[in-house]
């Protein structure tokens, strides 16, 4: 076999046992051992190259950001402030119809700015916004799905673990990332609102009569309270990106800063105990793990595809053919978005990006708008079927049992479309990202 | 007097020992990881504060980080197994689980055992590192300012992925086990959990 068909075999062979079920960072890591292994005909070399890879893969300080912002998010997530964001958003957008749902936008943008996972949105919003809503009469399609689809501005807008995983894989500066994604993640929160405000004006009985009801449940709400609530959220992510912005400190200070502000957060909230603080910087430590190691296997992965001569034929393949960038960008998103119906997020950029950076840099696609892109793809996944996590999150965190998985995906549909859309203006206008 | 039933009373009885052992171990890791991430956090800010107040950075920040996270990282590793956050896509392991269990059985004791398989040449490869880094003083930072050897996250390295290769190794044999219908394991473990 020549090294190439190897190649090619690994990535069949990656697919199959992921998908089977294996444990997706034995899979990388073994069988790209195996690839290695055959490819140079040596098993030491093999070995050498996991042993070396295990441990040098991670050991920079920059990966130290990846606990940090976990231990953020997580401490963060322990604390009332999402349903306090919600309120203070209410209050903003209560004299409008959709008021309800656009607050829910907007305080998942907010609070997708002091945590870095989907997830974490999906579950807290369902609890605090869906009940509001479907109280205020929505029609049930419609709060899910604002909740589900809002719930994707966790990965997109910084601090996000994905978008430190690409950083990582694609070898960008975090930094960079970060600043670059606030733009666009802010595009999607401003289509999904005017998305919210059309369905208001068409469908006024779906949006129900939220601003009589959404009166009396501000009552008590007054400018100077919303500023007060706001003040330590608004205080912390000027810390956090701004310090990433203006210079100030590196990504992993800057996490390290955020986690500490959170901390101190809730304990001024007394919501913390010295249990809590244990349990969640455990959950951290597995978060952690299970990401770095991920990154370590999809380190091994890429050499071993390097080796195997697989991305330099399928870019002189590209050369040869008339392949144009668009073309490359469409099949890209065609397959991330089939991947995402499968697969979870991380591991769909691990696998799929080694195979794809060639090729995207024989076309000279700035690696920032290309981290952006995937991102926003990678995401649309978290709302389709069969697998759709946010989805599952969202139905898990239901209390009431009348909402139907099948509703929840149709009602996040319309989120995935403007996603995609969001896809197709950074593409048209890539000025949105890099300047 | 050795009876049959003493045998047995004595083999659960070993295998509830080395069971609680392991648990032991990998929990004691998984605290050590933790408190390493808390002191991450501050030791970074006080480089932070330090910088910005006092003009002046703490000597072997960087150092002290680098080695920080490779070693969380293998502190955690089993912790995260045995919690199940090792990440897997389980959507069709689980259908072959609800149809065929006995199928899904050996599937999962497969799955472990490339578990085994990988983990074992990983801690290999760190026990190597590690007495490298022991023989030849393996350090990070400028001498003269601040140094911090490497062996330390070496044996760490090594620890994690060997204790993280018995987890696999034990569920390839819990699997197998259930395959059979012999389960020795399992009353152990229940007993191991009511004498802590």
């Known amino acids: 076999m020549t090294g190439l068909e190897i190649g090619v075999a690994s990535v069949a062979g990656i697919f199959f046992f992921v998908i089977l079920g294996m444990y997706i960072p034995v899979v990388l890591a073994l069988v790209s051992l195996v690839g290695t292994w055959f490819i140079t005909s040596n098993f030491d070399i093999a070995i050498f190259l996991l042993s070396q890879k295990s441990v040098e893969t991670i050991s920079s300080q920059e990966f130290a950001v990846v606990p940090l912002f976990v231990l953020m998010g997580l401490l963060i997530s322990t604390s009332d402030i999402a349903r306090e964001t919600f309120s203070v958003a209410n209050y903003v957008f209560r004299k409008i119809s959709g008021g309800l749902g656009v607050a829910t936008v907007a305080a998942n943008a907010i609070f997708a700015s002091i945590t870095g996972v989907s997830i974490a949105s999906a579950a807290v919003f369902t609890r605090v916004a869906v009940p509001e809503m479907l109280r205020f009469g929505y029609h049930p399609r419609l709060a899910v799905g604002i909740v589900a689809g809002s719930s994707v501005l966790g990965m997109l807008i910084p601090p996000s673990i994905l978008l430190i995983v690409y950083a990582f894989i694609a070898e960008v500066s975090v930094g960079s990332l970060f600043i670059a994604a606030i733009i666009p993640g802010l595009i999607l929160a401003v289509f999904y609102s005017i998305a919210i405000l059309a369905v208001g004006k068409l469908r006024p009985h779906w949006v129900g009569q939220d601003q009589l009801a959404a009166l009396d449940d501000i009552d008590d709400m007054t400018f100077s309270k919303a500023a007060k609530l706001l003040a330590p959220i608004g205080l912390l992510v000027a810390l956090v990106i701004g310090g990433i912005y203006g210079g100030i400190f590196t990504p992993t200070e800057s996490g390290a800063i955020g986690a500490a502000g959170a901390l101190i957060l809730t304990v001024a909230k007394r919501r913390m105990s010295w249990a809590i603080f244990w349990q969640v910087t455990v959950q951290t430590g597995h978060v952690t793990a299970s990401i770095c190691f991920m990154i370590i296997a999809a380190s091994m992965y890429s050499s071993m595809l390097g080796l195997s001569g697989v991305p330099s034929e399928l870019q002189a393949w590209v050369s040869a053919s008339n392949f144009s960038v668009l073309m490359l960008i469409v099949a890209y998103v065609a397959i991330v978005i089939v991947l995402g119906t499968l697969l979870d997020s991380v591991s769909i950029i691990l696998i799929v990006l080694p195979i794809f950076i060639p090729l995207f840099n024989h076309f000279d696609v700035d690696m920032i708008w290309l981290g952006i892109l995937s991102i926003i793809v990678v995401e649309i996944g978290l709302l389709t079927p069969p697998l759709g996590i946010a989805v599952f999150v969202v139905k898990s965190c239901l209390p009431d049992e009348q909402i139907s998985l099948k509703d929840i995906f149709l009602g996040a549909l319309p989120f995935g479309l403007i996603m995609l859309l969001v896809v197709i203006l950074i593409t048209a206008f890539p000025a949105l990202i890099v300047h | ?196």
């Open chain 2, 1 to 196: 007097m050795s009876s049959p039933t003493h045998h047995r009373s004595l083999f659960l009885r070993g295998a509830a020992t080395l069971i609680w052992c392991i648990d032991t171990a990998v929990a004691s890791l998984n605290s050590l990881g933790t408190l390493l991430i808390m002191a991450m956090m501050g030791l970074i800010c006080a480089d932070v504060v330090s910088r910005n107040l006092l003009g002046s950075s703490l000597p072997g920040v960087i150092e002290l980080t680098e080695l920080g996270i490779v070693s969380i990282v293998y502190l955690q590793i089993a912790d995260t197994y045995k919690s199940g956050k090792l990440m897997r896509s389980d959507g069709v392991i689980k259908t072959i689980e609800a149809k065929f269990p006995r199928v899904g059985l050996v599937v999962n004791a497969m799955f472990d055992a490339t578990g085994v398989v990988l983990f074992f040449y990983i801690a290999k490869g760190a026990e190597k590192r590690f007495s490298e880094a022991w023989d030849g003083g393996y350090y990070l930072g400028n001498q003269g300012s601040f140094t911090a050897p490497t062996w330390p996250m070496e044996l760490i390295v090594a620890i994690g992925s060997a204790l993280l290769c018995v987890l696999f190794f034990a569920s390839v044999l819990r699997n197998l086990g259930l395959l059979l219908g012999v389960n020795p394991l399992e009353p152990a473990r229940s007993r191991s959990t009511s004498e802590q």
